[in-house]
Structures are given as C-alpha cells and as structure tokens.
C-alpha cells in the first residue's frame, strides 16, 4: 500500500529534477535553496530562482506539513470539528515569470492530502498564461496535457480541462488567466480508480512539466519584441497579480492559515503595472489575445 | 430630516472640490472624468488623474448606487433575504500614489448606506502609508486627524484610531499598511447622536482631506531620493496591492458582488514589485520605516 512517505519522497525527487532541468535549459540562473519549518509540524524547502537568461523570477517548493487540521478544511468538508483529526499534505508548486514577454507564464501544482480519519485525495494542476496567446504554442501544451491524461483515463483530459477554465478565471475581469490546462482536485479511490492509479497520473504530469516548459523557453526566449510588447507583459502581470491574490483558493487558504507568506507569495511577478482602464488598439496582438483569454475554447 | 439626496450631493461636491485643489498643489496633473452607469441602479464618476508633478497616478470616485441588497450584505446584517430591501449606497473613494518615495500614499472613503427597512449608517476612513514613516509626519497626520474628531465627540479619535489598527493590517505580514489614521463603520444614531450629528463628522474629515494631502505633497515632494529608496517604494506598493487585494473589505465586496473593476482597483499602483523574502539591512532607514509598522503606536 502506497504511504504518504513514499509520496512525499517522490516530491522531494520532482522538485530537484525539475530545478535541475530548468537550471540547464536557462544556462545562468540557479536555484537558491531556503527550508523552513512550520511550527504545527512539517515545513518544506522553497527554491526560487532570479535573474537567469530566461527566467526572471520563479520559484519551485516543495512542502510536507503536518498537525491539527486547520477549523477552514474540516468545515469545508463538513467534517464535525470534535472529531479533531490530524492531517498530512505534502505537494511541489511552480511558478515561473520570464523576461521575453514571447515566453508564457507558466504555474503547475501536483499535492496530496490525507487525515488520521482515513480520508486522502490528490489535487493539482497546471496552466499557461502567454502574454500573446499563439495558437500553435497553445495546441502543443494542450496536446502533451491530453497525452499525459490519456495514458490515465479517457475523462482526465476533458473534464479536468473545463475545470481549469473554471478556476483559472478571473471572475471580475470575465477574463481567464490564460489559455488554461488541467485542474482537478478531491481525486479519490472512487469509480473504480485506486490510490497508486492516482499517484500514477500525478506522477506522469509532474514528470512532464520540465520538459514542457523547456520547449517553451527554447522556442521563444531568442524572439525579439518592443518596449510596447514589454509594457504589454506587466499589465498581463498585473493580472496574474490579481488573480492569485483574489481568487487562487491555494494562495488565499495559506494566508488565511498562517502559512509560510514567503513561499506563497513567490508566485507574484518580479514588477508588474496597473494602468486605468487600458484599452489595446483595435485590431492589435493585445486586443487578439484579449479575444482568446475565454473560456471553453478548444485548442486541439 | 437629512435624505439621502443630500448627502449625496454633498459627496459630489466633495469630489469637485477635492480634485480641484490636488489640480492646484499638484500644478501639472489633470483628473479625467470617467462617468459610468450600474446595471442595477445608479453609477458613480471616475476621476482618474496621471503623470502629474507630483501625484504619478490616483483616483477620485464618487458614487450612488441603489437597487436590490447583494445577498452577501443581507448576510452580514443577518438580515431574512425574504425581506427583500433595497439599498442606497453613496460615497467618495480616494487613493493617490505620488511620484516620490518621500511623499507618502494616502486613502480616504466616506459613505452612507441605507436600506429600504429603515437601517442606515456611515462608514469610512483614513490612512497614510509612507514609503519612509517620518515621525514628525505622522504626528502631523494623526493631530489633524485628532483635531476633526475631537470637533464631534471625544471618544472618535481614541476609537477610531484602534479600530484603524486593526484594519489596515496585513495580517499575512503581521505589518500595518503604513502609520494609521482612523477608520469607523456603522455610525448610527445611537448614544446621543443623531443623522445630522453623524454626518456633520463625515463633513468635516471630507473637508479635511485635501489641505491635509496637499501638506504632504508640498512639504516633501522636492526631497531628493535615490534609485534604492525608489525600488523600496515600488516594494511597500507590492505590499499596498497585497492588502487591496486580500483584506481590504470594500475591494473584495466590489469584486464579489460585480461592481465596477476600473473603478475599484483604481487603488492599485502604477507599478508594484516583489522580491522574494527581501529583508533591509540592519540599521537602513528601510529597517526602521519596517519597525514602525506596527499596531498601537500612540503618535501624538
């Protein structure tokens, strides 16, 4: 039977691969190594990366915590408070801002969760947010999250694709994040799944998402772009802003619970800008990425 | 009896009134004028002002909004949905950020609000956050603030000061927003006091506004500062948008309940940076600005 032991270890794995993988492909940038402790059990270690070839700033965490479980997860479980159990979540989590405005934002989130009551899930997710959407670059992230779902089961890759579209949203700006990915949460022993045929899937996404975002940066770090474009990229930050700190439940749950601010927060871009009521020009590359920031629309 | 169309005209004179005079001490800057319409009732006017001498972007707002009570209010004020009241609701909004680290942010809202069932009450508040706290500044800020309160009853300062404390916290941080100033919500006519009475506060802190900015803004705008200290303002701006955009009440109540984005996160900064975990160095002004952002200092 797989323990959460052998779960958090293979996290602690992913988190080294992956900054060993985006280490080579940036060519400059290294990842500084930060553990911590959390004082009702557990901690992590936060590795966060700046000023590379190619990324600007980012941050890949791997955490494992454990103790009382926090009065917000057992009501929104509806579980009775009296019954007091304790919980483990351990999980890796990514966010990566570039320079080149041509290369995508890129954010992914593989966690597990378990209570001494014997309940478990998996949760997690992945999705792009280009600050120009190219229709090409959209069909192959797509395409590897379709592959990677359908090695697992024929109804990962759809349903889990609309319910990022539903979460990457930024319900005030009726705008999505980005073009989406995969988000799925609550994924159980059920409808004849087991606990290692979810780790599996988990596994697969998580082994995927390094070279995933390699082919991004190899592909559009050497384009060249404006001043303009480069305005255009810290307005769309200035969303990502606003969308983590609004609406990410993850972002707003750590905060609420005395999480380690640091390690949330390095999911926020290196600067970003705010202009009243910015209007691209009609017919501009802004205003076309503007047009694809919708939900429901299938890239492949 | 004082209606609710009187106070709302007071409220768009106050608006007039105060961009006029940050026109004049600003000498450079001109607010536009952005009026808008809400779905459900009423609408409000935008006045956005940019790239002023002094002020690099802020806004004015006033609105008047009525219709049917958003579920979220009926809620807080346990109040039976099947009641079904409407509301009014009518105030003024301010957030100026200036150019120049040594001027310091301030905000300001006052509003009414009532309901179709008879309940109604005043709310607002006041706070500067200074890039660098100058204590003689914030002895300035808080003696006005004191002077305003003290016109109308002796318990509003003592009251509104804590409460302020409280409010402009970011509790992710454990840091206050800036120094303080005074914040109140509820005001009623109970213990004594009546609309009129309560209103003649609101009149008086409205009208205290623009000398009390226009103060700051000449006394410090040609103070010289360095490229550091400019990157340190850009850093407290990261930490102006994380409490705008995690615990200021009245954003998320906006963005909730599908009010207008422009106008409320017109409170959001030109321009806003993260560093990850960035600690000043001992003994650097930065250092001691961060040691002063606490709650209970008593300044005057």
């Known amino acids: 039977m797989l323990t959460k032991e052998e779960i958090r270890d293979w996290f602690v794995a992913l988190q080294e691969s992956i900054c060993t993988q985006l280490e080579d492909a940036d060519g400059k940038g290294k990842f500084i190594s930060d553990p911590w402790q959390r004082s009702g059990g557990g901690g992590g270690i936060t590795r966060v990366i700046g000023d590379g070839n190619i990324i600007e700033k980012g941050g890949v965490n791997f955490s494992a915590v454990w103790g009382k479980t926090p009065e917000p997860v057992l009501k929104s479980m509806n579980i009775d408070a009296s019954d007091h159990p304790d919980f483990f979540a351990t999980g890796v989590s990514i966010v990566l801002h570039p320079f080149n405005p041509m290369v995508p934002i890129i954010h992914m989130n593989v966690r597990y969760f378990e209570m001494t009551n014997g309940t478990w899930w998996f949760g997690g ?3 792009l947010t280009p600050h120009y959407v190219n229709v090409e670059d959209a069909r192959h992230f797509h395409s590897t999250l379709k592959s990677v779902c359908d090695q697992h089961h024929p109804s ?3 349903e889990f694709k609309n319910w990022a ?4 949203f930024l319900k005030h700006r009726k705008e999505t994040r980005g073009i989406g990915g995969i988000f799925f949460d609550y994924l159980k022993d059920t409808s004849g799944f087991t606990k290692e045929s979810r780790f599996e899937f988990i ?3 998580g082994s995927a998402f390094a070279p995933l975002y390699v082919h991004f940066m190899k592909k559009n770090h050497g384009l060249s ?3 303009q474009e480069k305005h255009w990229q810290y307005l769309r930050r200035g969303r990502y802003v606003e969308f983590n700190l609004v609406w990410d439940r993850g972002t707003k749950f750590g905060l609420d619970t005395d999480g380690r601010t640091e390690s949330i927060l390095m999911s926020l ?3 970003a800008q705010w202009v ?3 209007q691209p020009a009609a017919g501009s590359e802004e205003e076309k990425t503007l047009g694809m ?5 299938t890239w492949i």
Request: hydrophobic letters at 20%; charged letters at 25%; glycine letters at 8%.
């Open 125 to 127: 997710g992945i999705d």
């Open 156 to 158: 990962y890759y759809p």
């Open 165 to 168: 579209d539903d979460y990457f």
């Open 203 to 205: 596994k697969s996404l």
């Open 225 to 227: 772009y404006t001043e």
């Open 269 to 271: 871009p290196p600067q």
């Open 276 to 278: 009243y009521n910015y």
């Open 293 to 297: 920031l919708k939900k429901g629309i």
